[in-house]
């Protein structure tokens, strides 16, 4: 039989093991809900009278104590406990920052005393019967003078108790979970400051492209006029109207770029209102390849689409500036002229647009981001190209808010092909749905088939 001394030496080796495998938890690269969830797990074998534990943490932003991790109760249904500031053994626990242990139902029901009747009821619901507790040890969740939450193990057994000499280990346990809060609220204050230095410096770049974007056919247009208001000048009815041309181009242009700056801006406050009727994808496909074709002579536009295509249920002036979009880019980025070929294809719930053009190309690592607002691909081919950075973005958001994907493939010096997906309109569902905005944070650039 083993002496008090030799348990002792036993127990302190098991529980010196548990620190040093919860210690490894820590550099797992792992979201910190599982951190903890992990942490807690390795406790119960150390303090096997322990029935239920809970790792609650304060929310600022709620102004409550929220469950973070659990042990021997229902996961889902333990998420739903909200505590107050001082409300229960997690509130005092909070406030004072020293351990509590209680090993009677009188003196835990004491302290329970002012929680909550709702609160209660979802501790009984998610251990499975009568929440009432024999015994509880309750330990500070905190680092230097910063306050997280608060680990409570709590037994539902009668005749059982916990020790003194548990606490300490206990309160190493919280240590390690508190450094975990800590590293984790850290990384994500250093990623705010990042993605704010981010956006600011996006926000400057903007202004530069736009103010440039926008002073260039302005420049031009108040050149032309200066020199049609010349008194000195005696000009001929076809240089007059030659600039009178070059004038209303430029004024084209700019209209063009304030008007994808207001339909981003509608975009970013999810005001893409959208009206969806049947549509033939042929029709408006053609309508705007005539116009587009109308604009150069460097190119030629085939539309490789069948008269049967099946209808779609989508909003025709927004999805004609998806191919105005699409096409736009398609004829600036392949300067020296070229084919630019529309292709449909039919799938099982959806048509896949593609537009092929035999420009310049673009790099892989490019294909993603062409997607994102502003971005624009920055090389020696590109540098004289104009462009806001919002013409691909805007026919994503479009595309996504219709319940299609949009997507690029490309080979830098033969061309590129954008493909977007529309689902097919069911004719047996009922009364067309409304669409409305939705989520474009999730993209992604391969489509499957």
Known sequence: MRSTGEMTDIQAAREYQTLAEAARVLKQPIPLSNILNAILEKVFPVIGQADFGVVMIWDQSSGLFRPWASYGCDPVGVKRIGLRAGESITG?????????????????????ENMRPG???ILSRAVGHDFKTTCTIAVPISVVAQKFGVLVLESLSEGHQFHPEEIPFLQSMADLMAIAIDYSRQVAKADLIR????????????????????????TTIKG?????LMDEVKWENNQINEYLHLIDEECDSMQSMIKSILESSLIDVNQLSIEAQPLRLETIARQVADEIQRQTSGHRLILDLSSGLPLVNADSRWIKQVFRNILDNAVKYSPNGGLIVIHAEVRKEDVVVSIADQGIGISPEDLIPIFEKYYRVRNNHTRCIPGTGLGLPIARAIVEVHGGRIWADSKLGQGTTVFFSLPILKINTGPLAPLAAQNTDDFDPCEPE
């Open 92 to 112: 005092r626990v909070f406030e004072e920052g020293v351990a509590m242990l209680l090993n009677s139902r009188q003196d835990v029901e004491r302290e329970m």
């Open 195 to 218: 993605q704010t230095r981010e956006a600011e410096q996006l926000r400057s770049e903007l202004i530069a492209t736009l103010s440039h974007e926008l002073r260039m056919p302005l």
């Open 224 to 228: 032309y006029a200066t020199m049609l």
């Open 119 to 121: 609160n209660y009821s």
